[in-house]
């Protein structure tokens, strides 16, 4: 089965992080880019974050740059997204997905999809 499955999400602090984790199952990652896209309640989706398949290319929002760090380990077919001084503005569902990754942003391709996993930030 071909799916992409996230992890690492959870309650924390204002200033507190977490790394979210982006696990192919299925298929190998090291071909695709693949972005992080985030969705809070009664928001539109948003492009957070994304990585080209060999490391070249990455993009960050506005809203996440300098705190927000995405990589990927291919020996382990995942991809990582490191969240630092989390926000409560932060607080959405994040999912990962393949894509096309430029510095301008990334674009859904190829169309596989995480289920998400949820961060909240409160204190």
């Known amino acids: 089965q071909v799916q992409l499955v996230e992890s690492g999400g959870g309650l924390v602090q204002p200033g507190g992080s977490l790394r979210l984790s982006c696990a192919a199952s299925?298929?190998?990652?090291?071909?695709?880019?693949i972005g992080w896209f985030r969705q809070a309640p009664g928001k539109e989706r948003e492009g957070v974050s994304c990585?080209?398949?060999?490391?070249?290319?990455?993009y960050y929002a506005d809203s996440v740059k300098g705190r927000f760090t995405i990589s990927r380990d291919n020996a382990k077919n995942t991809v990582y997204l490191q969240m630092n001084s989390l926000r409560p503005e932060d607080t959405a569902d994040y999912y990962c997905a393949t894509v096309r990754c430029t510095v301008l942003g990334a674009m859904v391709e190829f169309g596989y999809w995480g289920q998400g996993t949820q961060v909240t930030v409160s204190s």
């Open positions: 990585i080209s398949s060999n490391e070249r290319t990455t």
């Open positions: 299925g298929f190998t990652l090291d071909s695709y880019a």
